[in-house]
């Protein structure tokens, strides 16, 4: 089971600890996502994925069954375009040794899953890889499932084995940590991923307007 520490400066996300799973967002699984609006779904991995890169944050792309369920959302898959994403038949994920080598590879053990749906897709490699020693965070707004209720009760299912649920703007703020740090992402990475975090990135864009700083073109992200 996993031992991610639930207290401390250690409970945090850290870039140089993160590696990120995205799972099966798919037109077919979005067609029977009805715990979110899907395009609230698709918004916000799409800005999870863009500050996973933006940070250095190694990122597996995934989905199932492509033949029958379709490939990965385009704007997805447009923020890594040389990237071709697993395509699995094992509906748990982390029974694809594929993948799981692909996760231990990058020598990380904070895990950090988001997929559709969240009480399929989601928590079954979530329960699977903590019980590997992986510190598992699963976003519940770049998730989502059948219903409200599936949603909700798979999430309660995950804490209570020890995964940590966390939205994707609360992932960013533990990667970014302190705005001191400017090594860390580059401003335009940084706006371009905010660009989806609806009054938060016109503001911000705003802010450096104020600050006569030059802007980034993130109309196209």
């Known amino acids: 089971m996993s031992t991610s520490p639930k207290i401390g400066l250690e409970a945090l996300l850290t870039p140089e600890e993160s590696v990120l799973l995205l799972i099966d967002h798919q037109p077919y699984q979005f067609a029977n996502l009805h715990s979110h609006e899907p395009a609230l779904i698709a918004n916000n991995v799409v ?66 899953i988001a ?60 990667w970014q940590r302190d705005w001191a740090r400017t090594d860390i992402i580059k401003i335009e990475d940084q706006l371009a991923s905010l660009g989806h975090a609806g009054a938060t990135g016109i503001v911000t864009t705003w802010e450096f307007q104020l600050l006569n700083t030059p802007v980034p073109d993130t109309t196209g992200a």
């Open 47 to 112: 800005g999870l994925a863009k500050a996973a890169k933006g940070y250095g944050v190694p990122t597996i792309l995934t989905t199932v069954m492509e033949e029958r369920g379709g490939n990965l959302i385009q704007p997805l898959q447009d923020v890594f375009p040389d990237q071709k994403p697993i395509n699995r038949t094992f509906i748990n994920t982390w029974e694809d040794q594929r993948v799981v080598d692909a996760v231990k590879a990058t020598g990380r053990k904070k895990l950090i």
């Open 115 to 174: 997929g559709l749906w969240t009480e399929i897709c989601v928590a079954m490699p979530a329960l699977h890889s903590a019980a590997e020693g992986f510190q598992v965070y699963a976003v519940t707004d770049a998730s989502g499932g059948v219903s409200t209720e599936a949603h909700d009760m798979a999430v309660q299912r995950m804490a209570q084995a020890g995964v940590v649920p966390i939205t994707w703007l609360a992932v960013t703020g533990e």
